[in-house]
């Protein structure tokens, strides 16, 4: 980032901050990607509360980026196992915020296993949690009871420039990385799974560029959308797997089990746009099955017969090149600060929460003032 960027972004954030402090800060801890832009956001963090941790998720993390933002915070390393265990979640808040009000700022529902344990038995206490992703708010959400208010951003209408530029970034880095080996995406037939925000962009990219696309989603509204908007609709989604020389996963839910991928056809690709974890069963893939390296990025699985490739490891495949969204993604970062603010006037009860609409429309007269150029 140059210069004379990172000191608009400071600006930029600066402004929000004071828009949005409350005037009783909370602790927090922050699960977030360490990208090479994010060090301004989280300084903006410690500005509306006492970051107390951050978490860089796994896989995504520049160490440029990581190595300033420990010079101002502890950064702790993050896995789903370390709030999977409720014992475990409890005595690590303790060591970082013990006693404390806490709001926990999360990107993926890390929390979700053992918030009710981290509400319960914390020495301090947990004012809520902000979700950032469509697969977090589901997680959440899903729940028959929420311990606390959670406040989500996954699908507000700041939101929808980052997803549209996210699937473009993914098409781009597939592309990129069949091209890589020599391949083309034309001629090879391509299934989206999952027609959500991301999925549905993903699909438009990919028609633009000339490949048949078929979507498949186990919502049948979504089915009827993505008709309506001229793709095929796959009437089973394992037929449409034996036919896709190209899968891209993108339900933020599992897609893919270890039985499925003997079902895909030879020389098949297969790329998500979140977690292996979260997308892809691998460690179900039947005996027999041995992985080797095809190209940077790229992992062929063959056994007797068959046998297909894994881009990125079945990690986010837009992470290679970045994920880079451009100054967009300070709007839904905007948005998490002024959530903070949200929890910490309470009055919330324990649901799911969106931030008011006038504090999107000041974050985006604001965003404007320092990014719309013309």
């Not at 949005?20 to 990607?33: E, N, R």
């Not at 998720?57 to 502890?74: D, I, L, N, T």
């Not at 499925?260 to 974890?277: C, H, I, K, M, Q």
Request: with cysteine.
């Amino acid at each position: 980032m140059e210069t004379s960027e990172r000191a608009r972004l400071d600006a930029y954030f600066a402004r929000v901050a004071r828009e949005f402090a409350p005037p009783d800060l909370p602790s927090s801890l922050l699960v977030t990607h360490m990208l090479p832009e994010r060090p301004a956001f989280v300084n903006a963090v410690g500005k509306v509360s006492r970051l107390r941790a951050v978490l860089p998720k796994p896989r995504s993390v520049h160490m440029s980026a990581r190595r300033e933002v420990e010079q101002a915070y502890a950064v702790d390393e993050l896995s789903r196992g370390l709030f999977a265990d409720a014992d475990a979640a409890v005595t690590y808040l303790e060591t970082r915020a013990a006693g404390e009000d806490v709001v926990l700022l999360d990107v993926g529902g890390y929390f979700a296993p053992s918030l009710d344990a981290l509400c319960e038995r914390f020495s301090g206490k947990i004012l809520g949690v902000v979700e950032d992703t469509e697969n977090g708010h589901k997680r959440y959400t899903e729940r028959d009871k929420l311990p606390c208010p959670v406040m989500s951003v996954a699908r507000s209408p700041l939101k929808d420039p980052e997803d549209f530029l996210v699937g473009q970034s993914v098409v781009f880095s597939t592309e990129a990385l069949l091209r890589g080996r020599g391949d083309i995406l034309h001629g090879r037939p391509a299934l989206v799974l999952g027609f959500g925000k991301l999925g549905s962009s993903i699909a438009r990219l990919l028609h633009a560029k000339g490949v048949h696309v078929t979507v498949y989603d186990i919502d049948p509204v979504r089915r009827a959308q993505a008709l309506s908007q001229g793709f095929s609709v796959a009437r089973n989604r394992d037929d449409a797997l034996k036919n896709a020389g190209l899968v891209l996963c993108a339900t933020g839910s599992l897609s893919l089990r270890g039985e499925d991928f003997p079902e895909l056809r030879n020389g098949a690709y297969v790329a998500t746009v979140t977690s292996s974890e979260d997308e892809l069963e691998l460690e179900g893939l039947p005996d027999g099955y041995t992985r080797n390296s095809a190209g940077e990025h790229v992992t062929r699985y063959s056994t007797t017969g068959h046998y297909f490739y894994l881009l990125n490891g079945g990690e986010a495949v837009n992470f290679i090149h970045g994920a880079s969204v451009g100054p967009f993604i300070f709007l839904v970062q905007a948005e998490i600060i002024a959530a903070v603010r949200a929890l910490v006037r309470g009055g919330l009860d324990a649901a799911p929460h969106e931030v008011p609409a006038a504090d999107r429309s000041t974050i985006a007269a604001t965003w404007l003032h320092y990014y719309n150029n013309r």
